[in-house]
């Protein structure tokens, strides 16, 4: 049974359609670079934000108008999970991604727990037979409960720990069972407020530990899915372990893991760490660890993870240059970890919302794809390092210098000329070449 029976599935109509429920630039079988727009951006939608957020804040209770409020325990997990399917064909995604605790309500013992995940995950196995939509990634919630105050992996609870690794454990048969094409490890409480109450060494050590153990069972099932690191920093743990990419390859690299992780880099989650969204994901692109993205943005004008639905164009450009280079996401996708704003609490808010994000990372990617086509960067970059081409600044590249050597080239030198770096010029370009691909797809 329908329950939202005011939405049509979104079509494509184009840029000068002035229904909130059509696509404007996301055309799915559109090709850019020889694929077309669904098989590059492979669109998810996020379970937590669009199904179970009540649009609650610190300062007031759930205000979202949904069909299934007056339900509870597993009718409303049923109810929710019908909802969700229809939403998916309605918009015509390719994937969607869940915690456990999204699609099933915890039960007074991790047995029951399990037992509801199971009933859920039945009828979702059925869901999946008939649709479009697949499964990009389930995870772990081990973060909201109050056993996890002291955070999970990290615990100085051997039980709590214990916990984790079992639910964990159920994720990871879930994944298997479902077709999840990626199980992501997010440390909601892998850090610590204080140092001195704090064992690092040792939270470190065990954090390192547990994801060694997850694939080991990973192997003895037969799961084959790829494992994500998601950067986070600040929230809710003021140090947390898993603060950006390189904080995080770092980690990896220590604990002899980078076979076996990629990232999941979130928009929102790179400005918290006091970067830009395209700086994590060229750094983690540079060193072949580019795996998915969960797709927002947040509010500049404040200092915690607003997940809002991506609207800036600037910015989905720079992603899907930096995603285009890493050719594609792979098993990975486009995840809006993205939630409607509180005074946005219509249901067919959730639509609307989900059409504008679409919609700017079309535009993202078509203009991504023409920047590289025309080498508007490469060439300006390739051209301001040129000096390792050549004399001095090949033998530094392949080599073959010393400090003595490099002394003795210096001791030569009268004068070091400079050259401007052109950000103006360059920032300026690329919005030259938004507004010529919009005017063009318009035209």
Known sequence: MAVFNEVNKVQYEGPTSKN?????????SEQVQGQTMEEIL??????WHTFTAGGEDPFGGAVMQRPWNHLSGMDLAKARLEAAFELFDKLDVPYF?????????AGASLRESNKNLDEIASLMKDY????????????????THPRYVHGAATSNSADTFAYAAAQVKKGLELGKELGSENYVFWGGREGYESLLNTDMKLEQDNLGRFLHMAVDYAKEIGYTGQFLIEPKPKEPTKHQYDFDVATGLSFLQKYDLTDHFKFNVEANHATLAGHTFEHELRTARIHGMLGSVDANQGDPLLGWDTDEFPTDMYSSTLAMYEILKNGGLGSGGLNFDAKVRRTSFEAVDLFEAHVAGMDCFAIGLKVAAKLIEDRVLEDFVENRYSSFKE????????????LSQLEEHALSLTEIPNYSGKQEKLKATINQYLLETMQSVRA
Do not use: Q
């Not at 696509?23 to 799915?28: G, I, S």
């Not at 492979?42 to 379970?47: D, K, P």
């Open 128 to 143: 999946l037979k008939t649709s479009k939509t697949k499964l990009l990634w389930n995870t772990a919630n081990m973060f």
């Open 97 to 105: 991604c869940f915690h456990d605790v999204d699609i099933a309500p």
């Open 20 to 28: 909130s429920l059509a696509f404007k630039y996301y055309n799915p």
């Open 391 to 402: 004399g001095i600044g090949l033998d530094i590249v392949e080599g073959r210098s010393s």
């Open 42 to 47: 492979r669109f998810s939608v996020a379970y």
